[in-house]
């Protein structure tokens, strides 16, 4: 298959999943520019009241995400439409946040890349984070939260231990070929 024809096959949105600290920013836009596509950064998406939640330590409800889902999935939409293919960073630590995201493709083609890593690691990342809303404090809360893709979820799961260019490299490969779960 021609490269050309390969890029055809690929979904024009990529969402960059998981627990904070898993290095979604980091990866996804490193992603988006291996991938020549759009960058939208889900979190300057929130509201301020969930800003100021979580700097406060209290974890988002359903009735917080919702109006945040809709924003990345209205915003994501227009990009796509004006700018063509968009790597998107969110948590989307519920099939039913997922299912929403699925909307910012009009054919429901969402790729999601689930970086992920043991509370270890994550927990040691965010301790050496500095200016970031998220307080280590909600991490368990994120684990407790978090379903995995289901394996009728068009997706990868992506280990984040290795350096930062490698998580991005295998995202690209699992993007390519399809990423079907087990």
Not at 35 to 48: C, I, K, N
Not at 60 to 76: E, G, M, N, Q, S
Not at 109 to 129: I, S
């Amino acid at each position: 298959m021609s490269p050309e024809a390969a890029d055809r096959a690929l979904p024009c949105v990529v969402v960059v999943m998981g627990v904070s600290s898993t290095g979604k920013t980091q990866v996804g836009t490193r992603l988006s520019r291996r991938l020549g596509w759009g960058f939208v950064e889900g979190d300057d998406l929130h509201p301020e009241a969930n800003i100021a939640k979580m700097a406060a330590g209290t974890p988002l409800t359903d009735d917080d995400r919702w109006p945040w889902l809709r924003a990345i999935v209205t915003h994501v939409r227009a990009a796509v439409e004006r700018d063509g293919p968009v790597v998107v960073t969110c948590s989307a630590l519920r099939r039913s946040y997922r299912d929403v995201l699925r909307g910012a493709d009009p054919d429901g083609e969402v790729f999601f890349v689930h970086l992920h890593g043991t509370f270890t690691l994550l927990a040691e990342r965010m301790g050496r984070r500095e200016g970031h809303f998220m307080p280590p404090a909600l991490l368990q809360s994120q684990f407790e939260t978090l379903e995995p893709l289901d394996p009728d979820e068009t997706g990868a799961l992506v280990d984040v231990t290795p350096p930062v260019h490698e998580v991005a490299e295998q995202a690209e490969r699992e993007i390519r070929r399809g990423g079907q779960l087990a």
